[in-house]
């Protein structure tokens, strides 16, 4: 099956325009899927740090966390402001690609931990993860009433 | 630092209440919050294969996609109708986890067809998951209008 049909089957599948090119749009609603998708994972080791479910997939769902977070300073290397991010993110690169890839670095450790001692020697890092979350969002996002994403 | 000061820490930071029971709402929330992750994840997929956003880290995306579909029969075991899962769900338990465990094979299959021979040749492996998520909505979720989600 070539390159091009099978492209369009996944793209049809999804639902995902075809044929699209890299507009502003896409590069928009890409960085904002990958920022949501980190936010769900987070929701879900949550809900099992906290006792609410329960735990037998803590490993996966923080591994997952881990591999979504190593991709999300990418997803904004593109100048395009728009979505919840603030123009402050490339006017301070530097220190917003900083924080970025400290806190990929605090959910990997988190992961390796958890494989290799267990959830819980896992849970200080978690922290370490989700404080970064919490002052990079407070700098760099716009806050809009109604999110439940409001950590 | 205890385990219920981590538990503490980790649950305020994330806003999740802490010292929760395993109630019903918990157990809907917490299947909302990965079928949610499996959505954005196959955004995420799909904008990278229709080639609207590079896809430098369509390796690690697939590898997460993986992970949380390997977690997401779990979220559905406890027998709590809700949200957008019919009634269904739990009515044809047999029929509804065979396809679960199926999706999850495929979700599998194509992140390690990308690890092993490169992300186009995983591209059937993906096709096959998502006819497998289009098939099971179609039969076991409520749709809401309005929803992106519809594929």
Known sequence: MGRIFRTLC??????????????????IRY?????????EQAGVLGEMLSGAVPN?????QLQAF????STA??????????????????ASWTDFSKRMTEFAQQAAAAAKTAKEQGN???AED???????????????????KGDRDDQ
Request: charged residues 25%; hydrophobic residues 40%.
């Open 10 to 27: 996944v793209s049809a599948l999804l639902s995902v325009p075809l044929l699209a090119v890299a507009s502003d749009q896409d590069t």
């Open 31 to 39: 960085r904002e899927d990958v920022m949501k998708t980190l936010n």
């Open 56 to 60: 037998d997939n803590y490993g996966a």
């Open 66 to 69: 881990a591999l979504t977070a």
């Open 73 to 90: 300073l990418k997803a904004f290397e593109s100048k395009v402001p728009g979505g919840k991010a603030k123009p402050a993110v490339w």
């Open 120 to 122: 819980d020697a896992a």
């Open 126 to 144: 978690l922290i370490d993860a989700t404080e970064s979350c919490k002052s990079c969002h407070k700098q760099y996002r716009q806050e809009m």
